[in-house]
């Protein structure tokens, strides 16, 4: 019988049958949260087993802080003036103190706005862009925090995986870890990509503002915290309304998040951005920047060279330097035409000109040119007072002058044989409608429409030059050929090739050391050489194809005549030419044989400059250097050069041989160089068939050399000599290198004395001679003899038969 108490419940509980212990009755919450803890307990598992797998392989941050980012190798010439850089990445890294606050905010807002709050991974703003991206329908947004991108920039690829983007979480937990937040904004800033070359924040303030970064105001740091994100796309060199918008966005975010005000927005917004003039990194001495890439990664490796953002002050002169390229360009591009016209590069039919005209594009589209750029150009007509192209965008006319030297044409290679002049050719008869040639700028309209053309063509011919400070051995100008983007062959340094005559200065100056004099001598008359175990007949010749006979050294030299220079040798003697060429600095070897009078044996530009610079130096050498010092991202010096210079002739020698060779050019084979108007010495030089073409010469503070030939040895061409092929271009050199260079003269040592002589004899003149010149000698050699008085030749006369 039930219990009928007081409590509903208890009747109820009391009316059960028992079955044995009691059941707890679980709520439908109870059992939620057991199912919800055991999936947290599993989903922990998960995430650390998942954790666990992709943390095998992650690279170690440890080193994190001592991180340095690729860094720029700068390279700079003798003023301290930028020549050069060597890099992957283009990038200078500035402090974090260096960096405005108006940056900082901009990248924060755009990037990451909860970025001082979250531990490298941020679940809300996942969630924001899930939700954002779910709503569009469309990949709008991305979730990778600051940290995140530099984790992805630092260590891994740029692939789109969730392997990827797992690894990069991981990473950005771990670099919080490590690194305060300020610190990985500063490295975040000097490392990710801002587009056109430039990574890190400073180097992108440079390229588009021509500004360092603490000098960026608010609309520019706006514009560059919005480029990371599609640098090409927000160009404002390609996409300048896109750049615009995208800084707009940057500022709408900077309000949203508090950095600015809306009236600052709207005032910046309407501002507009200046932006730096987008240049090409202008090439300023690509051969002696190769000589040193190729130096500095033997000594330290090639990634130092590229990343280790190393400083390397060098010898080079930056005027020096801009006056040798044009010289040696313009020079080689003379000797070109005088070669003959090999025709246009390609034509055009009349239906692709059409397409060109209308369309504005190819040849002639408009591009930025100057006064005396060579560039291509089409023939659009020609009339008999000449022919009307269009190069950059420009119309422009050759007059028949502008192209009179392509009245000779080259047939083929042979520059001696297979050349063809037609001194009537008129203008039809050297250009075409549709020729694409090569054209010299001669004048161009203010307006920029119109200019007046000159016919040119891209020479085949090579060269080099070389100039050195004869004090210090520092170089200080460098052209190894042509065009680098043709040829990275160094001919100044690497190329070697006879010298013909420009070798004879080491001969005569090895005879004044062992007592001949300026005064001295020679007969200059045939001779044959008979080589007997070889059976070989030497019968060298002079340039003319003449004999002199009686010649002084002085004048034997001054006029390059090879039969007397050949007997001084033989006199001298080869081994003791040898001995002193080693001595001034000629490392190559030389044959040992008479053929070393005419230049047989090669050499190097580099060498003949330098052995020339002993004369220069009053006797002594100082080795050829280019780099000053090196130092590295700290500004620890790595390795400092002094000059090595050591004193390998006696000061009188080498007074007496300049004295000889500045007689080249007041009155021998160099006088074209009188035009420069200062005290200089030099030697020109030309091998058989006109193969080779040289000049060296100096300055008692500068000495520089030309060689104008062609790498595959062939001629020149007619009497393409090293007075008319390498000599204008050393002068052109010369010229701009005395326009920033003190005027110096040769000092006399004191064992150097002055006599009067006979030219004929070299002995005393007799008093009141009226022949008499005055010569120079070290002390000891001057003549003690008098010269006895030359019978004059006979004179004959007729006698009239008529007249008895």
């Known amino acids: 019988m039930p219990y009928e108490g007081k409590h509903e419940k208890e009747k109820i509980f009391l009316e059960v049958e028992y079955e044995g212990p009691s059941k707890p009755k679980w709520s439908w919450k109870i059992k939620l949260l057991i199912v919800f803890a055991a999936l947290l307990i599993l989903g922990a598992g998960g995430l650390g087993g998942i954790f666990w797998y992709f943390s095998k392989d992650l690279p170690s941050i440890e080193t994190l802080r001592e991180y340095q980012p690729s860094l720029v190798t700068k390279v700079y010439g003798e003023d301290r003036q930028l020549i050069g850089q060597f890099y992957i990445e283009r990038r200078v890294v500035v402090p974090f103190s260096r960096m405005p606050p108006d940056l900082l905010h901009a990248i924060i807002a755009v990037e990451d706005s909860r970025f001082y709050e979250h531990k490298g991974i941020d679940p809300l703003g996942i969630l924001r862009a899930l939700l954002t991206n779910i709503e569009t329908l469309r990949l709008r947004q991305g979730a990778s925090t600051i940290t995140q991108q530099l984790a992805r920039s630092l260590f891994l690829s740029s692939e789109k995986s969730l392997k990827r983007k797992i690894k990069e979480a991981l990473l950005a937990w771990k670099i919080e870890k490590?690194?305060?937040?300020?610190?990985?904004?500063?490295?975040?800033?000097?490392?990710?990509?801002?587009?056109?070359?430039?990574?890190?924040?400073?180097?992108?303030?440079?390229?588009?503002f021509g500004k360092n970064v603490d000098q960026l105001n608010l609309s520019e740091v706006a514009y560059l915290a919005?480029?990371?994100?599609?640098?090409?796309?927000?160009?404002?060199?390609?996409?300048?309304?896109?750049?615009?918008?995208?800084?707009?966005?940057?500022?709408?975010?900077?309000?949203?998040?508090?950095?600015?005000?809306?009236?600052?927005?709207?005032?910046?917004y309407r501002q507009d951005l200046y932006f730096q003039k987008l240049e090409k990194e202008e090439e300023i001495a690509p051969y002696f920047m190769e000589y040193l890439r190729q130096n500095l990664s033997a000594a330290y490796g090639e990634n130092m060279v590229y990343k280790g953002g190393l400083s390397v002050y060098t010898t080079l002169n930056l005027t020096l330097q801009k006056a040798a390229t044009p010289a040696l360009q313009e020079g080689l591009r003379e000797v070109d035409k005088r070669q003959g016209y090999r025709g246009p590069i390609a034509h055009k039919s009349p239906k692709e000109l059409a397409q060109d005209q209308e369309t504005g594009t190819g040849i002639m589209g408009m591009a930025a040119v100057k006064e005396g750029d060579v560039i291509d150009g089409v023939v659009t007509a020609v009339d008999e007072q000449g022919a009307t192209v269009v190069a950059a965008g420009r119309t422009g006319r050759i007059s028949p002058e502008g192209m009179a030297w392509a009245k000779k044409r080259l047939k083929g290679p042979d520059l001696l044989k297979d050349v063809e002049l037609n001194s009537n050719a008129k203008p039809s008869d050297i250009l075409h409608v549709g020729d694409v040639i090569r054209v010299k700028i001669r004048r161009l309209d203010p307006r920029g429409k119109t200019a007046v053309f000159s016919l040119d063509q891209g020479p085949v011919v090579e060269g080099a030059l070389i100039a050195l400070d004869p004090r210090t051995g520092a170089i200080k100008a460098m052209v190894g050929g042509y065009d680098f983007k043709r040829s990275e062959f160094n001919r100044a340094l690497s190329a070697r090739r006879q010298p013909g005559s420009a070798f004879k200065p080491i001969i005569y100056a090895t005879a004044i050391e062992r007592g001949f004099t300026p005064a001295t001598i020679m007969v200059d008359s045939p001779v044959v050489f008979v080589d007997e175990e070889q059976q070989k007949v030497w019968r060298p010749e002079n340039y003319e194809s003449k004999f002199f006979g009686p010649i002084s050294l002085r004048e034997a030299l001054a006029h390059s005549r090879n039969l007397a220079t050949v007997k001084l040798l033989d006199r001298v003697g080869i081994k003791n030419v040898v001995e002193f060429a080693k001595r001034v600095g000629i490392t190559s070897p030389l044959?040992?044989?008479?053929?070393?009078?005419?230049?047989?044996?090669?050499?190097?530009?580099?060498?003949?400059?330098?052995?020339?610079?002993?004369?220069?130096?009053?006797?002594?050498?100082?080795?050829?250097?280019?780099?000053?010092?090196?130092?590295?991202?700290?500004?620890?010096?790595?390795?400092?050069?002094?000059?090595?210079?050591?004193?390998?002739?006696?000061?009188?020698?080498?007074?007496?041989?300049?004295?000889?060779?500045?007689?080249?050019?007041?009155?021998?084979?160099?006088?074209?160089?009188?035009?420069?108007?200062?005290?200089?010495?030099?030697?020109?030089?030309?091998?058989?068939?006109?193969?080779?073409?040289?000049?060296?010469?100096?300055?008692?503070?500068?000495?520089?050399?030309?060689?104008?030939?062609?790498?595959?040895?062939?001629?020149?061409?007619?009497?393409?000599?090293?007075?008319?092929?390498?000599?204008?271009?050393?002068?052109?050199?010369?010229?701009?290198?005395?326009?920033?260079?003190?005027?110096?003269t040769f000092p006399i040592p004191e064992n150097v004395v002055f006599a009067n002589i006979d030219p004929q004899t070299g002995l005393l003149a007799?008093?009141?001679?009226?022949?008499?010149?005055?010569?120079?000698?070290?002390?000891?050699?001057?003549?003690?003899?008098?010269?006895?008085p030359q019978p004059k030749p006979a004179e004959f006369f007729r006698i009239d038969a008529s007249n008895g």
């Open 178 to 208: 490590v690194l305060t937040k300020d610190e990985i904004l500063e490295l975040y800033l000097n490392q990710i990509y801002f587009g056109h070359g430039a990574y890190g924040v400073q180097s992108a303030a440079r390229t588009y």
């Open 226 to 268: 919005g480029v990371p994100r599609a640098p090409t796309e927000y160009s404002p060199y390609i996409n300048p309304e896109r750049a615009k918008q995208r800084q707009g966005v940057v500022l709408r975010r900077m309000v949203e998040e508090g950095f600015i005000t809306e009236d600052q927005f709207r005032r910046v």
């Open 591 to 744: 044959t040992p044989d008479l053929s070393m009078a005419l230049g047989s044996s090669s050499v190097s530009l580099i060498e003949l400059a330098s052995a020339f610079g002993v004369f220069a130096n009053e006797g002594v050498r100082v080795e050829p250097i280019a780099v000053l010092s090196v130092a590295d991202s700290s500004g620890r010096v790595l390795e400092e050069h002094e000059p090595v210079a050591n004193e390998v002739i006696a000061k009188e020698t080498a007074y007496v041989i300049t004295n000889m060779m500045e007689d080249v050019i007041q009155k021998g084979t160099g006088w074209r160089a009188k035009v420069l108007g200062r005290p200089l010495a030099g030697k020109t030089g030309t091998t058989n068939d006109f193969t080779d073409a040289w000049f060296v010469g100096f300055a008692p503070n500068l000495v520089a050399g030309v060689w104008v030939g062609f790498d595959d040895v062939r001629s020149l061409g007619d009497r393409e000599a090293g007075a008319s092929a390498a000599l204008p271009i050393w002068i052109g050199f010369m010229r701009a290198a005395f326009e920033v260079m003190p005027e110096m």
């Open 766 to 788: 007799p008093e009141g001679a009226e022949d008499a010149v005055i010569e120079i000698f070290v002390k000891g050699t001057e003549p003690t003899k008098l010269s006895h």
